[in-house]
């Protein structure tokens, strides 16, 4: 008999010296299934003034054009409730791939919404 739970998890990463990385997390525990309501990412620093920062969230096996969910240009703050409806298993990742952000800041992936427990 399973349960349901809240969902509050994040993951971190720093970007690199172009402004780039990539934070993903997802259900590790066998039977384990997330729900997601809402993405929501921040990231310290000032947008950089040269290239098109751009920040991607999938979700899924891996990150590719059938699993992107919603994108932004605001990588430093910004919530996204696309990813509602969608159900991730173990071994499927929510991804937030940051691209031309503030380099060397912390940027952060929230996913919040509910999940079932065995």
Do not use: H
């Amino acid at each position: 008999m399973s349960r349901t739970a809240a969902l509050s998890k994040s993951a971190s990463v720093v970007l690199d010296a172009n402004g780039n990385g990539t934070a993903e997390l997802g259900p590790a525990a066998p039977g384990e299934t997330w729900l997601p309501a809402s993405c929501s990412i921040t990231c310290g620093g000032s947008i950089p003034t040269t290239g098109t920062p751009t920040l991607y969230l999938y979700a899924g096996n891996g990150i590719s054009s059938g699993t992107f969910i919603d994108s932004t240009y605001n990588v430093t703050g910004a919530s996204s409730s696309m990813i509602a409806g969608k159900s991730l298993y173990p071994g499927q990742q929510v991804f937030a791939v940051w691209t031309d952000g503030p380099a060397g800041q912390t940027a952060t992936l929230a996913v919040n919404g509910s999940r079932t427990v065995p």
